[in-house]
């Protein structure tokens, strides 16, 4: 019997890789996209901010299915991946490597993850896990991340239009993030430690 289980265990946590792969894959992608821009009411806004709130549900998923650990490696793999990709794109173009704005997305990424994933833990754990406490949680992780990356630019506050794009991307990320609370909500929790 216990045997049995010790291979379903293996089973579930090789499963586990996909899932970071996945997120690992989308975090390349909103670094590939954030020099490609669209224009709304007025303001250049990259395409980067539409699959920003995925990689937060991601992490929770991974956290609910599989368990604490495995979102940490996932954050963990997926940041550094992040980095070296970003050393690679600049290297391969001839480009300087400018290490504040690689350091001010790495900090926002990994520390919004890691809150959003204390907070999340938290939200299925202690409480009965609402619609509303989620999906506050995605805003809440997607403030922090814009929260460090402007402190490592500090001069992106003074641009005319910063407050109007900051408040206007955060809007259409909460769209984005009413479904993906949704699903969330749809979701069994998995493998227990």
Not at 2 to 13: A, M, V
């Amino acid at each position: 019997m216990k045997l049995i289980r010790r291979k379903k265990d293996e089973k579930l946590y090789q499963d586990a890789w996909l899932y970071v792969l996945l997120l690992t894959t989308l975090v390349i992608l909103i670094e590939s996209l954030k020099s490609y821009t669209f224009n709304l009411f007025g303001l250049d806004l990259s395409y980067s901010l539409i699959p920003l709130p995925i990689v937060y549900f991601i992490v929770d998923y991974i956290a609910k299915k599989f368990d604490y650990r495995q979102a940490i490696v996932a954050i963990s793999v997926s940041g550094v991946i992040f980095v070296c990709f970003s050393a690679m794109v600049s290297f391969a173009f001839g480009e300087r490597l400018i290490l504040s704005s690689v350091s001010g997305e790495f900090c926002g990424y990994v520390i919004s993850q890691f809150v959003n994933l204390t907070i999340y833990l938290y939200i299925i754990n202690s409480t009965r896990g609402s619609f509303l406490l989620v999906f506050l949680n995605y805003i809440f992780a997607l403030i922090v991340y814009y929260w460090f990356y402007t402190i490592i630019h500090l001069d992106m506050v003074m641009y005319d239009d910063y407050w109007f794009s900051y408040f206007l991307t955060l809007g259409l990320q909460a769209f984005i993030c009413l479904p993906l609370t949704s699903v969330e909500r749809q979701l069994k929790r998995g493998h227990e430690r």
